[in-house]
């Protein structure tokens, strides 16, 4: 197991795809090719589109309320032109997903990556998965946002346990996921929007 980046990839898509009641159109900014190959596992995906370059015009380009899952395989951005650009091609049950500073030892970056998301979307919820950081297995985190769905009270247990092809994506790991440290609790309390 020493390659282990299949579980950002697995965390980053299938939460969000398993927390939507009905994704059609999904928006990857960033990452790899292996994400888009990790979304076309969902069948009744009408359109899956990926950028990597000239994010912003690309994304000003867009319909507005197009996008039911938009995932940021990226470092956070905290740029708040960037999240009004994609808060207005979200639909408006839609599902935002993104990389994030680590929670136990990147507290400043994170309340900022919480703050900005918890002035757009009524659910921000944290969650983490683990990766390789040389020899060392470490535990990084993810964001979840949205206007309407609870990651946790909304997930599709039939597409999450009964999609083929995953290798470490479950039910089970999605809720668990969720799962915060009485710290970390205690420390963003009010900016963790459940």
């Known amino acids: 197991m020493t390659n282990l980046h299949y579980i950002k990839d697995e965390m980053l898509v299938h939460v969000p795809l398993c927390t939507h009641a009905k994704p059609e ?7 790899c090719d292996k994400i888009k190959v990790e979304a076309e596992k969902h069948y009744g995906l009408s359109e899956i589109i990926t950028l990597t370059e000239n994010i912003d015009e690309e994304m000003a380009n867009f319909k507005e309320d ?4 938009i995932i940021i395989a990226d470092n956070f951005r905290v740029d708040r032109v960037f999240w009004g650009l994609l808060n207005k091609t979200l639909s ?3 599902v935002v997903t993104t990389v994030a ?11 900022s990556e919480l703050k900005t998301l918890g002035e757009l979307f009524k659910v921000v919820m944290p969650y983490r998965y683990e990766g390789l950081n040389g020899e060392v297995v470490t535990s990084n985190n993810l ?10 009270a909304d997930i599709n247990l039939q597409r999450a346990d009964l999609t083929d092809g995953f290798n470490y994506y ?3 790991i999605a809720i668990g ?4 440290p009485t710290v970390v609790r205690k420390e963003f309390l009010g ?3 459940l």
């Open 66 to 69: 197009h996008f039911d899952v």
């Open 101 to 111: 500073s680590n929670m136990l030892t990147e507290q400043k970056s994170f309340e």
């Open 143 to 152: 964001l979840l946002a949205s206007h309407t769905y609870h990651p946790t």
């Open 191 to 193: 900016l963790v929007k």
């Open 177 to 180: 996921a969720f799962h915060l």
């Open 25 to 31: 159109n999904v928006l990857i900014i960033g990452g």
């Open 92 to 94: 408006s049950n839609g």
């Open 170 to 172: 479950n039910s089970d």
